[in-house]
């Protein structure tokens, strides 16, 4: 059974630094995208960034430049450093994985999500 478990979130000032890590543990042959989505109350779930297994990335215009998304492909993990947090980033995160499972055909896997509160 695959898993997604993020870590790192919780409450910060305006201005300051959380670093967000997911792990994906499973029977996992291959680990393509992963990303860091969000959801705002209210809001619908948004993208943040993702990055491919050849580390290309890609990233929300309202964090770009403030954000940054790595991984650890031989741990199956990916991070999700941010910066320079504004009150509109307050949201859950969850991580996002496409993978394939051995025997199985690629599939696209979510964590539980982890909150993120950004304080004015």
């Known amino acids: 059974q695959v898993r997604l478990v993020e870590s790192g979130g919780g409450l910060v000032q305006a201005g300051g630094s959380l670093r967000l890590s997911c792990v994906a543990s499973?029977?996992?042959?291959?680990?393509?995208?992963m990303g860091w989505y969000r959801q705002a109350p209210g809001k619908q779930r948004e993208l943040v960034a993702s990055?491919?297994?050849?580390?290309?990335?890609n990233y929300a215009d309202s964090v770009q430049g403030r954000v940054t998304i790595s991984r650890d492909n031989a741990k199956n993990k990916v991070y999700l450093q941010m910066n320079s947090l504004k009150h509109e980033d307050t949201a859950v995160y969850y991580c996002?994985?496409?993978?394939?499972?051995?025997?199985?055909?690629?599939?696209?896997?979510w964590g539980q999500g982890t909150q993120v509160t950004v304080s004015s």
């Open positions: 990055i491919t297994s050849g580390v290309r990335t």
């Open positions: 996002n994985a496409d993978l394939v499972v051995t025997g199985r055909p690629s599939y696209n896997y």
């Open positions: 499973g029977n996992i042959f291959r680990n393509n995208v």
